[in-house]
């Protein structure tokens, strides 16, 4: 009962082409996505992880396997009001402006009249699209129409948040601030579950991760063990000279540990483009 | 039930709004507008029958004909545009139904369609009284009795093809959840309205005694299946008072429309309910 999504021995089968050939896409997949964390889930195009959300929102039916979602069978609407979803490329109808947009989906996920302006000001503020709400849905950017598909999803407040490649398309500066949104969803006790490729951003938002490969689930675990090697350390170290650097070497040897490698530390580019870009949004 | 309601009434409000906005809508509006408008000035090929007739017969055949376009393809449209741009994914992970999201689809292109009738029809009656205030002047003039048309009868008649109009959209929203494009969708969507306009000749020949049981059995499939849309095409009755059309047969059509609508939309939800997104 302590699992936000449980998928026990998912199989999911497609029938392709007039003599009905069967594709595999998830093959006996099992899963404990815990509550209250940021799971991620990683493959690459094909290998089933698409399939998987869809499967678990209700959307495709599954071949074999049972699915639960905060306890409740996923395919029931109980299950569908206490999540969110963001899907792949979102796409929304033009001619309405975020703010109908985003009450027009607070509508549909049960939200009441009387907390419904409320609501929809809330989303809207998460995803720092207050501003640009009364513009039509036809002028957004990329950027912009993830944060708006971002609000639809949280406006009626669900503890589970399922995001399909939140940042796809999108530039270093609005990935940042998708990222900030995950965890502020994290902070407030949601589960988030997203599915993506960019490995980089997930490493940063994401507590746990899951890495599929044609249909199967190939590792499992929290970022911090998969991604550790235990029996390897970095020190990073200012102003060294190469006397320091001899003294350091000869210390440890004596330890009988050695140094393998010494470079410079880097930042990364995501860090530096980020860092000159700053206050800049693609608003 | 509340909430339901509820839902499929936002849903049959975007699509509204959405189908409003297509230039697809606006230009067969406009067509169909100017071929009542046009049917004043084309009232002297009215080869003797009249030229009240002659004005309501092209008037009341655009609105037939473009009507039946628009509810095959829009209906189609609508339907395929959240299918294919994906934002039926982001609806139905929602607590929506499908049949919910059926429905409020069918809702929101019948308000489009009641629209579309109700324009046509007012241009209609407004043609059809100036035109009669001037036959009945000359009539009067020359002593005889001068040829109406009946304002009861026109809104009758708009009744019936709205409802005609729903019985399209619910078979052409039947056909869309189970048919995986939109050109099919039209083009089968189509044919059944085609077939339903000739659903009579199959009705005359079920009646006809046949010693082939798979020929009666094609027969009955047929008239069941097959809504018969000859029968709302009521206008020279009702609002030029040709024929007498006693009560207890519109009632009738009426019934049988209904019964087509709900039973097609129940087909479409069980084809949906089951349709991978």
Known sequence: MNSAISVRHLTKDFRIGIRGLKLRAVDDLSLEIPRGQVYGLLGPNGCGKSTTLKVVLGLVSATAGEISILGEPSATSAARRRTGFLPEAPYFHKFLTGRELVRYCAQLSGVAASELDAAVEDALGLAAMNEAAGRPIGTYSKGMLQRIGFAQAVVHDPELIILDEPTAGVDPVGSASIGRMIHAMRDKGKTVVLCSHLLGQVEQVCDRVAIMDRGKLVLEGAVEDVLSRRDRHVMTIESMTPAARAAAEAALEAHGAKITSITHPRRSLEDLFRELVTGSRDA | ?277
């Open chain 2, 1 to 277: 039930m509340k909430d339901s309601l509820r839902r499929t009434l936002w849903i049959s409000r975007v699509t509204f709004l959405e189908a409003v906005r297509q230039r697809f809508f606006a230009f067969l509006l406009v067509l169909s507008a100017a071929m009542v408008l046009s049917s004043v000035s084309l009232r002297v090929f009215d080869f003797g029958h009249g030229e009240l007739k002659f004005i309501a017969d092209f008037g009341f055949g655009g609105m037939f004909f473009f009507g039946s376009v628009l509810a095959v393809v829009m209906t189609a449209q609508l339907f395929f545009s959240e299918i294919d741009n994906k934002t039926a994914l982001t609806l139905l992970a929602k607590p929506l139904s499908r049949p919910e999201f059926l429905l409020g689809k069918f809702f929101g292109a019948w308000a489009v369609l009641g629209v579309f009738v109700l324009v046509l029809a007012s241009l209609q009656g407004v043609v059809l009284w100036a035109r009669e205030q001037e036959l009945v002047a000359a009539a009067e003039q020359a002593g005889r009795i001068p040829t109406t048309f009946s304002v009861v009868g026109l809104c009758q008649l708009v009744l019936l093809q709205w409802l005609r109009l729903g019985v399209v959209i619910a078979i052409v929203l039947a056909i869309s959840s189970l048919a995986r494009t939109f050109l099919f969708t039209v083009v089968v969507g189509s044919l059944a309205v085609v077939a339903g306009q000739l659903q009579w000749i199959a009705q005359d020949a079920f009646l006809r005694p046949t010693d082939s049981p798979v020929y009666a059995a094609f027969l009955w499939v047929s008239t069941r299946l097959i809504p018969n849309l000859q029968q709302f095409n009521l206008a020279d009755a009702l609002v030029l008072g040709s024929s007498v059309v006693e009560e207890g047969a519109l009632i009738s059509v009426g019934f049988s429309g209904l019964a087509y609508l709900v039973a097609y939309l129940t087909l479409g939800s069980l084809i949906f309910r089951r349709r991978e997104i």
